[in-house]
């Protein structure tokens, strides 16, 4: 059985990437506030232009995709598969996810779409891919590869240093005053998506360097506690930025000081630009996931 993969664009995947794996991308949509176009990543907006737009005060929102959409990237993934499995952004900061499972119950597509809900999101989705890739590899059918997705969708988190907080001002996650303080006491918060996928504050800052130190020793904790692997060689790291490249990289080699076994092993990715919509810019973060211990495994027999 050939199987496909397919995302939706808050994964951030890369188009080369994208192009390599053979995924297929349902297009999210976004929306500038006074402006009647809606927006899509890649599509009729670019990263530059999108942080251009911000700079100058425009504010983002953002929209589940079109059904229509997704039955298009659906129909083009089955023209060249038996099967496809669909990994959309985490359903605690979506509804995509639930409109997904609704999709995939109609006739043409059941038995024939799977749907994971593995509550995954820019560089944990990308993995959530990687990981799909290498159980269908390794001969795992459609059934198994969701459920063995499903069962390790929390064994990951996400850190993210702001590099502002007006946006979290703007999507109503603090308030004007809190925000104003905030700015004032140059306080950077740093947030985090810990299992289940839901954003949250995590802890705050009053420097860059500050904050990447809170970040470096949650993903140390992480290691250590949660995963019990602290030098971190049976989990991955990513880092990830929402537009300065250089910043995330710096971030990058000072987790490699850390975690010495991950040395030229942490890739650095652009957050997905329906990410940034609630983030802003300056914002760097990264994530451990612990690599799946099924990727590794022979499939499991057939009765």
């Known amino acids: 059985m050939k199987i496909a993969l397919t ?5 951030g995947l890369e188009r080369e990437e994208m192009v390599r794996m053979g995924v297929h991308v349902v297009p999210m949509p ?6 009647p176009e809606t927006y899509f990543e890649g599509i009729n907006m670019s990263a530059e232009d999108f942080f251009r737009r911000m700079e100058k005060g425009g504010r983002c929102r953002t929209s589940q995709p079109l059904p229509e959409d997704v039955f298009r990237t659906w129909d083009a993934a089955l023209s060249e598969a038996d099967a496809v499995i669909h990994l959309p952004i985490s359903s605690a900061l979506s509804g995509s996810a639930q409109q997904a499972l609704l999709l995939a119950r109609e006739e043409k597509y ?4 799977f749907v994971a809900d593995n509550r995954r999101v820019s560089i944990t989705q990308q993995q959530a891919l990687l990981d799909a890739e290498n159980l269908i ?5 459609p059934g198994e590869i969701i459920k063995v997705l499903q069962e390790n969708a929390d064994e990951n988190a996400i850190y993210i240093a702001m590099g502002t907080l007006e946006y979290l001002k703007r999507g109503g996650r603090i308030t004007p005053a809190a925000a104003a303080i ?14 289940g996928g839901a954003l949250d504050t995590y802890r705050t800052g009053r420097t860059a360097k500050q904050c990447r130190q809170i970040m470096l020793e949650a993903l140390q904790r992480d290691a250590k506690e949660r995963f019990h692997d602290p030098s971190c060689r049976r989990c ?3 880092v990830a930025y929402s537009d300065d490249r250089a910043r995330a990289e710096a971030f990058a080699r000072e987790l490699e000081e850390a975690f010495p076994a991950k040395r030229g092993q942490i890739p650095v990715r652009r957050l997905s630009l329906l990410l940034s919509c609630h983030i802003g810019p300056g914002a760097v973060g990264a994530a451990i ?3 799946l211990a099924a990727a590794a495994a022979a499939a499991p027999a057939v009765a």
């Open 289 to 291: 996931m612990p690599r």
């Open 236 to 238: 991955d790291l990513a």
């Open 137 to 141: 590899r390794k001969g795992y059918g």
């Open 182 to 195: 905030g700015t004032f006491l140059k306080i950077r918060p740093v947030l985090t998506i810990p299992a």
């Open 30 to 35: 976004f929306m500038f506030d006074n402006d």
């Open 110 to 113: 059941r038995g024939r779409v």
């Open 7 to 11: 995302t939706d664009s808050g994964c």
